[in-house]
DNA sequence: CGCCTAAATTCAAGATGTGAACGAAAGGGC
DNA sequence: GCCCTTTCGTTCACATCTTGAATTTAGGCG
């Protein structure tokens, strides 16, 4: 309803959760500075604090002389107060990793998905609950289960909110309650669902590339391609949680046909996998016979230092990606754009110079002047460590709600 | 820095400012029903609207009776407690209207612009603020200023805030302080300006075919091609105000060329000047002589009855527009898409079952079933309306915070 | 005229942030 | 060693706010 607040107790807990959020955040922070930073008066800050330290969810954390007056005394969020974890659902694996408050990794397993090429259908879900229920249990063995403050996870496909129904239309889900499977499947702390462009995203604006800007596009492109939009501060979801998929965006009206069914998708001409397909195309299978894509990206980028052929066609994909980037400086008018994504990631580290000026070339002037490009921080982990993000989210702004 | 709520002063304003919006959008309501809608106590609504009638503000407005009991007394935003202008600058002319606060048209007035055709630059900034102002003085004429909340003014470019500065990168405008040239060209009400494609969608939202989304795009297609994209309830803006150029998205790699420079825009193969130019080029030059491109849409709507050569470049530009929509719905997520602007509205009323279709092949099916395609309602004094409600929208979340 | 119902207002209570006063913890000068 | 200064942190009286309950108001109905 009117979310915003009306009574006087709300006030508490929007207050508290600013503080709480600005010490995760910016670190060891003293009241002083948190008064200042918050703009709640001094006395409040006290309030508070004095609170989550009650709680234990912050504590002391050394001090910091003041030129000749009472010594600060540093605050922060206690690492140790919880566990949080996180699984990246990819499309031929899945990754499960444990973290403490701070996102610190405390234990990481990686489980492959059974291949089934033949049949059309990649993975069935109940394959990858199993797999991703295994990985769980395997990361939280001898875990306190009351210490774990929730598991999140990133899926290839977009996530409706509740229920929680992951929709991935490029590999066959539809309607799927990802959350009460897990649930089934024994998992039994609070389940999180997320699409994993938008977990990636929110992992790189935490701890990454895109630390300090309030608006941002992260980009992923992987096998296919998707984005997270980072709007004020916060991602961008739309009217059922499906905004953001850049990688079916028309960039050549009646080009390529995208395995989502359409004819100039983005994905068709930039996704690691349309590359690589590309290459095979142009060179007449003369080569890259690999299944792993990543190696044959690889390979197509060592290739391209002495072979013509594979320079055009890693030319190609950086200049429609520019075109692609450039749509979205357009539409959103970002201060940053973050290229990550294992094929994002091996591209961006040769090509980001001609990606950008592609970019630069296609945009307008003015919000292109105002924009910076960079390349992800985080690696390809970041998806399961934003995935991990989710349940910390939910603490720093729930906290006083429960 | 953290604007939301610190104070429970604040709370006070913000009650305030939701019970006089919900009072200016839904119309005339009891303080019960406000009761209800706000999720305030009785009490509090009492408290608030008591206010808000001591300061003329808000006025009764007849009663209801309730079965058996006390009747209920409406309230409602008095019309007369103010007023407020608009001006809808275009490429060729400027439209100054007066409204009170209910957007009851009490003026308006229409004044050429001086066209330069043969100077590559259509409008001098200078030639534009001296009718801008003229038009004003024309609707306030024998109007009491204090009456006059402010005048909102809509610009076929980007607008930056704090300070006001306008880029146009189509009719040559840089660094422009308009709200500054009008004040020294004599206007002495409160100035707010903003792109003309998101002060007509702010119109829709409040007025026309918007109600009620919370997630929406609004359209403008005319000569150019704009779009404003309300993001959860309001104006998505980025990070410079820039956000929304949907018309120099590119949809055709390396197509044609675009009056921005880059190839390939989407305005390039559906703005309303492209489309009559198109139709020039397929007939070589045997059709459409006149200036007036708003004349010459219609003539070609007229020959598609006829000429398949004119239906085909209506198609066409049908299915372009299609492609640039079905970007939007993948990438926003919104539930309602509004065309506007005279093109679109001239377009859509033929060929908007052939659009709709279009997007439907185009973007992903989920996305595409949330959402409905409508056209606008409001016709093309939308964006003089919307620049009338910038003042509005200031004094409703405003009042409080003054 | 009195009774009934429902809306609106009043009132006391509970919760919160704030500024000013107060207390605490150092360093520096003598 | 003592006192002063500086700066950070806490306490407390106060003003403001929302709220639920009690009370008042305004009509309909018998």
Redesign the pocket.
Same mark, same amino acid.
């Given at each position: 309803m009117t979310s915003k607040h *009306?009574?006087? /107790?709300d !006030?508490?807990r929007? =207050? &508290?959760a600013t503080v709480l959020s600005r010490l995760y955040f910016d670190g060891p922070l $003293?009241?002083? +500075? !948190? $008064?200042g930073i918050t %703009? !709640? $008066? *001094?006395?409040?800050?006290? =309030?508070?604090?004095?609170e989550l330290v009650r709680e234990r969810l912050v504590v002391e954390a050394g001090?910091v +002389? $003041?030129? %000749? %007056? /009472?010594? &600060?005394? #540093? #605050?922060r969020v206690d690492p140790g107060y919880a566990m949080v974890a996180g699984v990246d659902i990819g499309e031929t694996g899945v990754k499960a990793e444990l973290f403490d408050l701070a996102m610190n990794r405390l234990a990481a397993v990686d489980l492959p998905l059974p291949s089934k090429r033949g049949n059309s259908k990649q993975a069935e879900p109940a394959a990858v609950v199993a797999q991703a229920a295994a990985g769980l249990r395997e990361v939280l063995a001898g875990v306190d289960e009351d210490k774990v403050l929730g598991v999140g996870v990133g899926v290839p496909g977009t996530v409706e909110q509740e229920p929680v129904r992951v929709h991935a239309q490029t590999i066959g889900w539809h309607d799927v309650p990802l959350a009460d499977l897990l649930c089934e499947a024994g998992v039994s702390v609070p389940v999180f669902v997320e699409n994993g462009a938008k977990t990636q995203g929110q992992a790189e604006m935490w701890f990454g590339a895109g630390r300090g800007a309030r608006h941002a596009v992260i980009l992923l492109i992987g096998s296919g391609v998707g984005a997270s939009v980072i709007t004020d501060g916060t991602i961008y979801r739309g009217s059922a949680s499906s905004a953001g998929e850049w990688g079916h965006t028309i960039i050549q009206y009646g080009g390529r046909r995208c395995r989502c069914g359409a004819s100039g998708c983005l994905e068709a001409y930039v996704g690691g996998e349309a590359i690589v397909e590309r290459y095979r195309a142009v060179r007449r299978g003369k080569a890259v016979a690999g299944a792993d894509e990543q190696a044959n990206l690889a390979t197509l980028l060592v290739a391209a230092e002495k072979s013509k052929t594979a320079a055009r066609v890693l030319d190609e994909a950086a200049d429609h990606l520019g075109a692609g980037i450039a749509n979205l400086v357009n539409l959103f008018n970002p201060e940053r754009i973050v290229l990550g994504g294992w094929a994002g990631l091996a591209i961006g580290a040769r090509l980001l110079p001609r990606i950008t000026e592609a970019v630069r070339t296609q945009a307008l002037r003015r919000p292109f002047e105002q924009l910076t490009i960079e390349l992800g921080k985080l690696g390809p982990d970041a998806v399961a460590v934003g995935a991990a993000t989710l349940p910390v989210a939910a603490l720093l702004d729930q906290r006083g709600t429960r």
């Open positions: *009306a009574t006087v /107790r !006030l508490r929007t =207050n &508290r $003293s009241r002083f +500075e !948190l $008064s %703009g !709640l $008066s *001094a006395a409040t800050v006290s =309030n508070v604090t004095a001090q +002389e $003041s030129d %000749g %007056g /009472r010594p &600060r005394v #540093l #605050l």
